[in-house]
């Protein structure tokens, strides 16, 4: 797969692969977007191996579902966020939390991040305090942070509601 030079998109999702696929995929030079939701034998170490492959000036978009990476996987993903393409960053049900978010947040400015999801990561108020005032220097435009369990609450809506853009056309 990872020779194939006209493979785009990839939707790897629910198909038992491991790291080392994700180490073959690292090197293709045409996927842009790729799926790898629900595949419990990836690890971070997995995904950072990806980021730092000759694929991250070409991926585009990257789902990350399901695959319960927590906070330790975003301190080994985070830093390589600003060295990649990737527009549309999906983290949804990861385990990630407020100190993933904490993790997180650093690594967005400077990275060509437009759309980012963190669905159902029990980010908190705690996390959104880290990730609202980082948005102002980010070209995020869509901010998914619905789901059972981030537990957001008016509190977490009031911190983020200064920091988001607003169009003016």
Partial sequence: IANNQHLEYLDMGNT????????????SQSIKYLDIM??????????????????????ETLIIKHIKIG???????????????LKSLIFIKNEIG???VK?????????????????????????IMALAPRLKDTYIEKLWLGGDGNNLGV???????????????
């Fill in 38 to 59: 629900i595949n419990p034998r990836i690890t971070s170490a997995g995904i950072s191996n990806l980021l730092k492959g000759k694929n991250r000036r070409v991926l």
């Fill in 98 to 100: 407020a100190e993933g």
């Fill in 155 to 169: 509190d977490g809506i009031t911190i983020l509601a200064p920091y988001l853009k607003t169009s003016h056309t």
């Fill in 16 to 27: 038992a692969i491991d790291d080392e696929v994700l180490s073959e995929l690292a090197n």
């Fill in 103 to 127: 993790l997180l947040a650093p690594h967005l400015e400077g990275s060509t991040i437009t759309e980012l999801a963190l669905a159902t990561n029990s980010v908190g108020v705690e996390g």
């Fill in 71 to 85: 906070s330790e996987g975003i301190k080994q993903i985070a830093p390589y966020l600003k060295e990649t393409s």
